[in-house]
């Protein structure tokens, strides 16, 4: 008993939190809103209605509710489904190379805590960094850079 | 011979005092570079084979290799050989110094070359035209086909001889080739001549290889390689071929540079999201954690004395560049300036940190003093980072990439230099498009 409210809390502190560091990225990213990519013009899906990538804002690995939304989808996916994913954490061309690679890295790893959270076990779901080196959209825009900052869940077996 | 030293040495003093006060640097002039005419070395006719264009042509070569060295580093203008009177034989036993005058040199340099039972011997002497003397004069004996570096080391005795600064003529670069479309880029580790010359691919292109830096006492290197889809840094001996991974991670690790006497590898270990500094001692294996900080943690890069390392963090909330002690005490912010900072590198000569530096969407790359003051940017453009000095602490090597359009077409990425008083910026041409370069140290110390 003790023990699951210790979990309970803990929860509700990994949740504010993830809700505390999302309310700052708005803020960060300036009046005009946010610089997360909400569209669906790169995204694949794993399942029916199922998402298979979420975005992030410029510097940030702080999910969106657009993105857990993605991920519980994700999650209850894999509840139904035996198998194991991969989390490939990427960034845009407007950062160092090594800065992105560790920050590629903390944006899968912000997935990953979440499908935590909702119950899959870590040993099914690993993580890798391409940082800038795998850009789904080449063009240097605004929106291609929004479209390259993101982490996808890719089925392995 | 003191005319020239006190011309060069008003033209250093007058570099320093203009421009370091100046914060943001990113305008060029023209200063007047010193006028040198390097002679054709004279091939002796007592040589085996002659009669070969090839071996009547190599004192030509090596003279060209010598301006190329002059001309690139902004400090020198190599004079037009049509100019020059006196025949180089006779200009090497004793130059007409009225002739040399009169078509404005001020330093003159002159050589000889024998080739005999498949040695290459090359005499040269630089003379002060406006003193009639003769300052250097040397003698080298090798293999025929190594006559390239002799060409560079000779540049360097005559750079050392005139600026009083250690020469980097006689240095490589290891950088990563680039091919491909972006989305498919294929990458290889590549070594060149400082020059462009003599260019290798040391890896197929079979997986991603990133950020290559040499070993500054031997001919190591390491890098970072997504062998097996598992993103590690490795080890690589570039005579051998050998590669080796670094220490037995459970996660990524990445940004490795070598310790000043090339016995450690200083590396980012991410685990969990979190992303630490780590240092592995190549002999004894051990592995030392130095930061410990939720935040992002990476590029470290070591004072020349071993004692300090600068490394990039966003511990504050965006990349800043920090100071800390080598066991990991410390820790001091050293960035303030408008803007993010990364990439940062400790200069060869202990003095200055370089670094990348990103301000209302340009990318500059800059120099600072080690406590973070007398920030000094050098060059902007649309993207560039990753500065990799020379050996001598004077220039600084690093890659631009171009916008693409919204085709993606249009991408290039290259690799530049640039003096670090702001001048002389000029791009290092290399066979395929190229990122993530590394200066060797000297080669012959």
Redesign the interface.
Known sequence: MKFNKKITNLLIILISTLALSACSTAKKSGGAGSDVYSGTATVEYLASGVKDRVFFAT?R?ALTTASRDTLRKQASWMRKNKLSVVLEGHGD???????N???A??R???A??YLLTYGISGKRISV????K?????????PL?WSQNRRSVTVKTK | MKKILYILVIFLFKINTVYSLIEVDITRGNLDPLPIAVSPLHVDPQSDNYQDAKIKELGDLISLVVEKNFKSTGLFNPLNKDAFVQKPDIAHLKPRFEDWSLITAQALVTGKILIKDEKLKIEFRLWDVAANKEMIALAFTTTPSNWRRVAHIISDKIYERLTGETGYFDTRIIYVSETG???Q?VKKLAIMDQDGKNTKYLTLGNE?V??PRFNPTNQLVTY?SYFR?L?RVYLLDIETGIQEVVGNFPG?T??PRFSPDGKKIIM?F?K????DIYTMNLESRLVEKLTEDSS?D??PSYSPDGKYICF?S?RSG??QIYTMKSDGTGVKRISFGDG?Y??PVWSPRGDLIAF?K?RN?KFYIGVMRTDGSGERLLTEN??Q??PSWSPNGRLLVFYR?T??????KG?TAKLWSIDITGYNERELKTETDA??PSWSSLLSK
């Open positions: 510097n690995s061309e407007r950062g160092t190379r090594e800065y690679l560790a920050l890295e903390k899968a790893n912000a990953r805590d890798i960094s391409y940082g080196e795998k850009p789904v959209n080449s063009a240097s825009t291609a | 479309p972006r989305t880029r991603l990133l950020t970072l889809n993103p990524m990445f940004a980012s991410a969990n999201g979190n992303s992002i990476t590029s990039n966003d965006l990349q993010l990364g990439t990348t990103v969407g649309f993207y980072e990753a990439e916008k693409s359009g919204k085709d993606g991408f990122s993530d």
